[in-house]
């Protein structure tokens, strides 16, 4: 089956990435908000990035159309129906509450906004669906903990906790405090690392913050020991082909290390990270780097097979979901 349809589960998108143009400019028109851009293809112009921080800036700058529960919801319902076309079963999705709260939009705002979409995604779009709460690392670990504490009166809707946005300056060790609270509450732990940070920052996701998983982490093809790690341990990458070509990570898919971790045993899945903004959803992301890396049909069934292997499912939902 073509990367494309072939069931699958997505474990990294940040649903503020899955903002598109035009759902920009309705929120904006709703909202009363006058926006920096003339139209939807000015928008779609400014979609040129020399690095994260270039991404992060514009990403930052369009979310602030995102007011009411209405909006959040819209959002969240697009990239749901945009999914299930390209053979998503489940996803494990990402929200950065900061970038709300410091716009001055309330948690309840958010997390109704969110969940009156994720609540039905399985009966609408066939998608089951953890949320993911991320902190953003340039907001620092003070910035943090004050929003595990906003978080904590909706920890009934959310499922694990992220660490997202500029990474490099910005070392995971320092959020060691926020994370064990989340893990003492019993929730799932992610975090980027080694996206244009160095392994260094892997290290320090795995050793002191205690993740399950690792978001982007390619940078750990620069260091053998810790490919080592990854594999033995089983725990897996998430990958995202295009974002690491539109940020200038990796200078093209055809160069991209997915076959390197691979080699080396990784559990490797494919991801979309921020759809709207960096060419594709998650099946763009398969036919890329299938068609690049001149994969077969055996190394595409492997991805996603990793992608299940790779969520938070239990093995019973996972069998009522193949
Ligand atoms: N890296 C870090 N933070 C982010 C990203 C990313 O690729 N996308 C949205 N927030
Ligand atoms: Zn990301």
């Not at 979310?63 to 998503?88: I, N």
């Not at 906790?161 to 064990?180: K, M, N, R, T």
């Not at 082909?241 to 991209?256: A, G, I, K, T, Y």
Request: aromatic fraction near 8%; charged fraction near 25%; proline fraction near 6%.
């Amino acid at each position: 089956m073509p990367g494309l349809l072939i069931p699958k589960a997505e474990l990294h998108v940040h649903i503020e990435g899955t903002l598109e143009p035009g759902l920009v400019f309705a929120c904006a028109h709703r909202n009363g908000i006058e926006l920096p851009f003339a139209d939807v293809e000015d928008l779609r112009r400014r979609y040129v990035f020399d690095d994260l921080q270039s991404f992060l800036d514009l990403y930052y700058l369009a979310m602030d159309v995102l007011r009411t529960p209405l909006d959040f919801t819209e959002m969240t319902d697009e990239y749901l129906a945009k999914a299930s076309t390209q053979g998503v079963k489940h996803a494990e999705i990402f929200f950065d509450p900061q970038a709300h709260l410091d716009r001055g939009v309330p948690m309840e705002v958010i997390v109704e906004g969110l969940t009156a979409s994720l609540r039905t995604s399985s009966e609408r779009f066939g998608i089951s669906t953890r949320l993911i709460a991320c902190f953003l690392r340039d907001k620092g670990p003070e910035a943090a903990l004050a929003t595990w504490e906003a978080l904590q009166p909706h920890l009934d809707v959310i499922d694990g906790v992220g660490l997202d946005s500029a990474e490099v300056g910005y070392p995971p060790a320092a959020f060691a405090p926020v994370f064990e609270r989340a893990r003492a509450a019993g929730l799932h732990l992610v975090a980027h690392a080694g996206e244009e940070g160095p392994p260094e920052y892997v290290w320090q996701a795995l050793d002191v913050l205690g993740v399950e998983r690792v978001d982007h982490g390619i940078r750990s093809v620069e260091d053998a020991e810790l490919l080592r790690r990854l594999s033995r341990e089983r725990t897996p990458l998430t990958v995202c082909p295009f974002s690491n070509v539109r940020l200038r990570c990796v200078p093209d898919l055809e160069q991209h290390p997915l076959p390197a971790l691979l080699d080396a045993g990784v559990v490797v899945t494919i991801n979309s990270d921020d759809p709207a903004y960096f060419g594709g959803y998650v099946g763009d992301n398969y036919v890329g780097i299938q068609r690049a890396l001149d994969l077969d049909a055996t190394a595409v069934r492997e991805l996603a097979a990793h992608s299940f292997q790779a969520s938070f499912v239990t093995d019973e939902e996972r069998r009522a979901l193949l």
